[in-house]
């Protein structure tokens, strides 16, 4: 009978040393985090100066052919390549075999050792061959992202995973960048491109923006930098977005101003604009950081309060062990419980708004939800704008399912990125229709039918460019229809 009373002291102490255990787990695992991220951070610099040794070398040959005057941004590159330890280097420092230490026999985890990386970034710079450079430099920056997110993909901790992937998108929209900016100096210095160089400048023009959007989406913290970062750099992003738009658009009507070396200031602003991306990217790095080590504090703590309340077991009476572990044990639950009805609640209140918000007007669901009264709105004159695929019948028949949910996909986010330009608003998507307004739910007076119709030629000139995904030979024909007049609009 002595021995009953020490169960729930026992059961007590063995709780504290499974929690020590898993919190000893959670700080290796952060530890391996903060040492993954550091390497990382190394990483993430040799892109970087490989972006813009790229935009140099590109600019070099394109103007004179020479690139004799980049000795220093070469030395630069080659201090951060010397400075990281190489997955094909062996524990003495030394060059190991090609593709060492990096999953196995991918041509890009080819590229990742240092005699191997060093001797095609030599030929590259050397080789006054404009595209034979864009390859060379591309393929590197693809094998040093592979590598940066094999080695930051092992962080296991759950807490700040969007932030990491926001980390990711941004670098791989820096990257986009840097493969479409090369095709810019060739436009300012040539005054053309050729079809295929145009396709690849939109390609990565569209991605850049793709991943930057989805980066600043995951990323709260991101997003909140990178809006202060262009408040305070205004007129950079400004003459950044309108030298992109030259050459998109090849805008004829664009005010050259014949003392500007247009080729040079595409190249400074580029690399200005690289520079940004790169000071959030530290940012970035320098907030996971700060929360990795936030966890190493937590988890040291819990450490020693394990350890504490172990001690406390071993030495405390039976009774007052048994009486503190049922208190503690029913406000752990409660805690927790409470905890996940939080959650839960808020995953439902999202849900309910994101479904509010789209199938209805953002100002009558937000009077909605304040309980305001909503009235019905007599609009003057609209524009609506019906939208389908030719032929979308037929080739859905021809199509797997899950090929025809990537059809759309991809379709509605150009269609969707193309819409935020303009003045409208898009009512709904249903299979291959697309229904979009202007002039309601905010009036514009009498610009509803010029960005109606503007839009709708934007549209019909990017689907020329889009490839569907499994028949990139298949060309899409959007059919539309355009109508103009009033609209009452019912509570």
């Not at 969007?162 to 040539?190: C, H, Q, T």
């Not at 400004?238 to 030259?246: A, G, W």
């Not at 790095?285 to 406390?312: K, M, P, R």
Request: aromatic letters at 8%.
């Amino acid at each position: 009978m002595l021995t009953i009373p020490l169960i729930p002291s026992a059961f007590l102490a063995l709780l504290a040393a499974v929690s020590l255990f898993q919190a000893i787990q959670v700080r290796s695992q952060l530890s391996q985090t903060e040492e993954n991220n550091d390497k990382g951070h190394d990483i993430a610099g040799l892109i970087h100066q490989l972006q813009q040794e790229r935009n140099e070398v590109s600019f070099a040959i394109i103007k004179n052919n020479s690139v004799d005057d980049l000795t220093e941004i070469f030395l630069l590159t080659d201090h951060a390549i010397n400075s990281l330890e190489w997955p094909g280097d062996t524990p003495g420092g030394g060059v190991g075999g090609v593709g060492g230490g990096v999953g196995g026999g991918s041509p890009m985890n080819g590229l990742l050792s240092r005699e191997t990386f060093v001797r095609t970034l030599t030929s590259g710079r050397y080789s006054n061959d404009f595209q034979l450079e864009l390859k060379i430099y591309s393929e590197l920056n693809a094998a040093a992202i592979l590598w940066l997110i094999q080695t930051v993909q092992n962080n296991n901790d759950d807490s700040f995973w969007e932030d990491m992937i926001a980390y990711i998108l941004l670098i791989r929209a820096k990257e986009n960048i840097g493969i479409y900016a090369p095709l810019g100096s060739e436009y300012f210095v040539l005054g053309h491109l050729s079809e295929r160089e145009f396709v690849t400048y939109i390609q990565n023009l569209e991605l850049s923006k793709d991943h930057l959007d989805i980066s600043l989406q995951y990323s709260s913290f991101l997003a909140e930098r990178y809006n202060q970062t262009i408040e305070r750099n205004v007129e950079t992003f400004s003459r950044f977005q309108q030298l992109q738009e030259v050459a998109v658009l090849k805008d004829d009507g664009f005010m050259w101003n014949q003392t500007v070396d247009y080729s040079q200031l595409w190249v400074t602003t580029v690399e200005e604009i690289l520079d940004h991306l790169k000071e959030l990217e530290d940012m970035l790095e320098d907030h996971i950081l700060e929360l990795v080590a936030e966890g190493l504090t937590v988890a040291s703590q819990q450490i020693n309060l394990y350890v504490l309340a172990i001690a406390c077991v071993a030495v405390i009476v039976p009774l007052i062990s048994y009486i503190s572990w049922r208190v503690t044990t029913n406000m752990q639950r409660f805690a927790r419980g409470l905890e996940d009805k939080t959650q839960l609640l808020h995953q439902e209140k999202k849900r309910s708004d994101s479904l509010l918000y789209r199938m209805l007007p953002r100002s009558v669901a937000i009077q909605l939800k304040g309980d305001h009264e909503v009235r019905a709105e007599n609009y003057e004159a609209v524009t609506i704008y019906f939208s389908d695929i030719v032929g979308f019948t037929v080739l859905s028949s021809n199509s797997s399912p899950m090929q025809v949910v990537s059809l759309l996909n991809a379709l509605y986010n150009l269609f969707d990125s193309r819409i935020e330009v303009y003045d409208v608003y898009k009512v709904e998507t249903i299979g291959d229709s697309y229904m979009v307004a202007s002039g309601l739910p905010n009036r514009n007076g009498d610009k509803h039918a010029g960005e109606i119709a503007t839009l709708a030629l934007d549209l019909m000139d990017r689907l020329r460019y889009f490839q569907v995904p499994h028949r990139p030979e298949e060309k899409l024909q959007l059919r539309v229809g355009l109508h103009t007049g009033t609209f009452r609009e019912n509570p």
